[in-house]
Nanobody, 123 residues
Framework: QVQLVESGGGLVQPGGSLTLSCSAS????????MRWFRQAPGKERELVAG????????KYAEPVKGRFTISRDNAKNTVVLQMNSLKPEDTAVYYC????????????????WGQGTQVTVSS
């Protein structure tokens, strides 16, 4: 069974940093693309960042480019989202994601999800 467990969310001031971690199990982690999505109240779930199975390819949503970094440790079945220079607009529930084997679209919100972790950026 696929299991994704996020941690690291919380309340931070604008300009601050948070590091989100996702612990994965129940599938061959090192063979799969991993992604982070976020969903703010009243908005659609959107891709934040994705990383290829080996870590060689990464993609980011335009609003987070230059501020967020996605990485993975295939030996630990962990994917990390480092978030710097946080803005109030980053406030959302952040979800770890892995697609079905047939999934090929980097941006479509499909596949398996963690429970989510709340990130709130406010002064």
């Amino acid at each position: 069974q696929v299991q994704l467990v996020e941690s690291g969310g919380g309340l931070v001031q604008p300009g601050g940093s948070l590091t989100l971690s996702c612990s994965a199990s129940g599938f061959a982690f090192s063979t799969r693309r991993m992604r982070w999505f976020r969903q703010a109240p009243g908005k659609e779930r959107e891709l934040v960042a994705g990383i290829s199975s080996s870590g060689g390819i990464t993609k980011y949503a335009e609003p987070v480019k230059g501020r967020f970094t996605i990485s993975r440790d295939n030996a630990k079945n962990t994917v990390v989202l480092q978030m710097n220079s946080l803005k109030p607009e980053d406030t959302a529930v952040y979800y770890c994601n892995v697609q079905e084997l047939y999934g090929t679209n980097w941006y479509r919100p499909d596949g398996y999800w963690g429970q989510g972790t709340q990130v709130t950026v406010s002064s």
